[in-house]
């Protein structure tokens, strides 16, 4: 068992709700003491403010900026990570507590062990495995934050306020923050945009008993129900107007990328216990995946959701949906699209009700040039670690910074992922495997190496 990782898995860094921000800078406080120990310069840098959906504006955890002895004759690596976390309860139905890392048979289980706490430890094993030898090979700069997994608040202008000071001497960004598609190790070249929707109905002044004032007044949960309803269509095409126009074609080059790729479709099926998916090839669950956008409806809050049955009429609920993007998708066209389409729908349900939607995430899709040197490195290194040829794959998630790093710093961007795929990031029984975290920090320092001879 790994101390550390379990150190860091109990600190329950859930970004999701602001209230609970403390323990993201108790994470973000704990990670930056572990640097200090190895003997790293960190600074806690001021992110700034952010205003919430209800208005309110509140003070951000800080991000840690750090950076290790430098060599001018060396690279250097600038290596992206967070630590905070998905919510998690054991009523989800995880079958141990999701802040206490327990092992079984191999398998490291806990939030956050693979997404991303794992990882960011694992790269600061590989450092100090360098640093037993004293032989480090690229100079090593860090940039860990606690909002990725609510979209990155405040990282973005902090980027372009230290291009010109932290990131002036970086000559490479990795990030190690996504899964393998199969159990063949990969390189990440395209991750997903995303924007995060709240849907507000308000109604009544207070919730009603159903028997007195049903039939009697427009709901606001069946307002919800008929706007969220008019988002997708069962084959899981998005209903809003011209929100898939901008897609990138796809060329006969891209194609080809998908006829190596060793994914199992009947094995995804088993992992995630479905008959079927929505498209019947292989190659058509990779595309749905990385390179069309996709939308998911992901709760209702304010709606009566607990065991046993009340017989209330909600006040006001707020749905959430998200919508992935792709190239080339831009996040506030689509997000005025959106809100056109559900005013349209609102319109004509003639409701008393207030309609309210807010864009919470406005995250760019991600995609790196496959020539880029960087690439060579983290393939070679796959080959020294694992013996086999990496897969070249995109990702259905999003990393929200990723193309901002792009665009802003102007370096190249790489993503290197050391997690299984099925490891079950945002779900229940999160893992990491021993092997995947004890090679994956392998293959960071053979890729630290395989870079310094690019250089
Ligand atoms: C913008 C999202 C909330 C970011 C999140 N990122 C990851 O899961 C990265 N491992 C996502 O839902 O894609």
New binding site residues.
């Given amino acids: 068992m790994n101390v550390r990782l379990k150190e860091w898995v109990a600190i329950k860094s859930d970004s999701g709700d602001h209230t609970k921000w403390g323990e993201v800078e108790t994470m973000l406080n704990m990670a930056a003491e572990r640097i200090k120990k190895m003997g790293g310069k960190v600074e806690l840098a001021d992110a700034g403010t952010h205003q919430l959906p209800s208005g309110e504006t509140v003070l951000l955890p800080p991000v840690i900026l750090a950076e290790f002895a430098k060599d001018p004759k060396k690279a250097t690596l600038c290596i992206y990570g967070h630590v905070d976390v ?1 919510p998690a309860k054991m009523e989800d139905g995880w079958a141990t507590d999701p802040f206490n890392l327990t092992e079984i048979k191999g398998n490291l289980y806990g939030r956050g062990a693979t ?2 706490k794992g990882p960011v430890l694992a790269w600061l094993h590989a450092v100090e495995s360098y640093q037993a030898t004293k032989k480090i090979p690229v100079n090593i700069k860090l940039i860990i934050e606690g909002l ?5 608040y405040g990282l973005f202008k902090l980027i372009k306020k230290r291009r010109d000071s932290f990131f002036a001497d970086v000559d490479f960004i990795v990030i190690s ?2 899964v393998w598609a199969t159990t063949t190790p990969a390189l990440t070249y395209g991750t ?1 945009g ?1 924007s ?1 929707f709240f849907v507000e109905i308000e109604g009544p002044k207070l919730d009603l008993h159903s028997g007195v004032y049903g039939g009697s007044i427009q709901e606001p949960m069946a307002d919800l129900i008929a706007l969220l309803g008019s988002l997708l269509d069962h084959t899981g095409k998005i209903q809003v107007v011209g929100v898939s126009d901008d897609v990138t074609p796809l060329t006969e080059d891209e194609r080809k990328l998908y006829d190596n790729i060793s994914f199992d479709l009947e094995e995804m099926k088993n992992v995630v216990g479905v008959k079927h998916f929505l498209q019947d090839t292989k190659e058509e669950v990779l595309m749905a995946r990385w390179r069309y956008p996709s939308l998911s409806i992901h709760g209702v809050e304010g709606a009566f959701s607990d065991p046993g049955s009340k017989t209330i009429i909600p006040r006001k609920v707020t749905g959430k949906f ?1 919508i992935r993007q792709v190239p080339n998708m831009d996040p506030p066209d689509v997000e005025r699209k959106v809100k056109e389409h559900l005013e349209q729908v609102f319109s004509t349900l003639n409701s008393p009700n207030r309609l309210k939607v807010t864009a919470t ?1 406005g ?1 760019k899709p991600w995609v790196a040039n496959l020539q880029d040197s960087q690439y060579v490195a983290g393939q070679k290194a796959v080959k020294d670690v694992f013996g086999v040829e990496p897969e070249f794959i995109r990702e259905g ?4 910074i990723a193309q901002t790093f792009q665009e802003e710093t102007g370096k190249s961007v790489m993503m290197l992922p050391i997690s299984g795929h099925d490891d079950g ?2 779900s229940q029984n999160e893992k990491i495997s021993r092997y995947n975290y004890i090679e994956g920090t392998k293959l960071f320092a053979a890729y630290f190496y395989e870079l310094s001879l690019l250089h």
């Fill in positions: 998905q997404d991303n990725e997994e609510v979209g990155s923050d996504n997903r995303s995060y998200s995430v995250a998630s999003t990393i929200p990031e945002h």
